[in-house]
């Protein structure tokens, strides 16, 4: 099967309010899909229209194969789904946990105990078998909750926000497992705030006020979003200069990151002029997500 996922016009509205507004996209089996976008934007409402929780209120999408209004008993007993506040048993160990999820995902009986030493080792959490899943710590908690999750072997695993409130190095193996995963033909499709696990996805749908502004892989879209030079430049204050370089002829963008601007230069020979202008030696920059984020978003100013 070319595409896990195949939406049309996937639209869900509450009220007043159009929380997805004609998602069409197409997501290829085994591949690693993040949902990008503020809060707000309607990443976990869409996660939760392609995995049966909530009901279109217009369009429809096929889903490994199946029509999602037709067929949705049979999508979801192929589906794996962990959210941020994915319920484990605080009482029960790690390897209780796992028994339990698999009676729940109607794992045989007689592969459970593969199936549970498999998920131990997916997710690398064997040597913590035996321990109360209260005293864990939150980025082993999450290890567990996939371990949990895909214990069915589904062949779409939705994750929404699964590493917030995590360590770095927490959400690096996160994304390792994920990886891991996908390599061995499962599609994933995971929602993120985090630019450094959205560079390791395959593809990465920008979502904003519900539309979808742009989806490719993450070179693609610094190459056909971004159109100039991408400088960063260091300032005593950066904030009480920001706008006003962004009223400069000569500049397209500039934003906050962290302690440096990143000015997106409308030409490269602009750099002596922007140097002329702050006194500071500006340094040339491949750009990142975060750019592409705040040029998407400057698009949809210019839109509204």
């Not at 889903?63 to 589906?79: A, P, V």
């Not at 796992?98 to 131990?120: C, D, T």
């Not at 500006?282 to 998407?296: G, M, N, Q, S, Y």
Request: charged residues 20%; contains cysteine.
């Amino acid at each position: 099967m070319e595409f896990a996922v195949i939406s049309r016009d996937l639209t869900r509205v509450f009220g007043n309010f159009t929380a997805v507004d004609g998602l069409t996209m197409s997501i290829r089996t085994g591949e690693v899909c993040g949902f990008l976008g503020p809060n707000g934007a309607g990443k976990s409402t869409a996660i939760r229209m392609l995995c049966g929780i909530l009901a279109p209120s217009s369009g429809n999408a096929t889903i490994l194969g199946y029509d999602l209004l037709r067929d949705s008993d049979t999508i979801k007993k192929n589906l794996g789904y962990m959210s941020q506040k994915f319920s484990l048993y605080e009482d029960l160990s790690v390897i209780e946990n796992l028994n339990f999820y698999a009676g729940i995902y109607s794992v045989p009986r007689r592969q459970r105990s593969a199936r549970i030493a498999e998920m131990l080792n997916l997710a690398d959490i064997a040597e913590r078998k035996d321990s109360v899943a209260a005293t864990l710590s939150v980025g082993w908690k999450q290890r567990l909750a996939l371990g949990c999750a895909v214990i069915s072997r589904p062949s779409l695993l939705f994750l929404d926000e699964p590493t917030s409130g995590v360590s770095p190095t927490s959400r690096r193996q996160f994304f390792n497992i994920i990886q891991n995963l996908s390599n061995l033909g499962t599609t994933v499709i995971v929602t993120t705030h985090f630019m450094d696990e959205a560079e390791r996805c395959d593809r990465i749908a920008f979502l904003s006020n519900g539309k979808l502004m742009a989806f490719d892989s993450p070179d693609n879209l610094k190459k056909d979003i971004i159109h100039g030079q991408m400088v960063e430049l260091e300032l005593l204050s950066p904030m009480d200069q920001l706008e006003h370089l962004k009223t400069q002829p000569f500049v397209q963008e500039c934003s906050m990151h962290g302690s440096f601007l990143h000015i997106l230069l409308k030409e490269p020979g602009d750099i002596s002029a922007l140097q002329d202008l702050t006194g500071v030696q500006p340094r040339p920059i491949k750009p990142t997500l975060e750019d592409v984020f705040v040029a998407l978003a400057r698009k949809e100013d210019e839109v509204i």
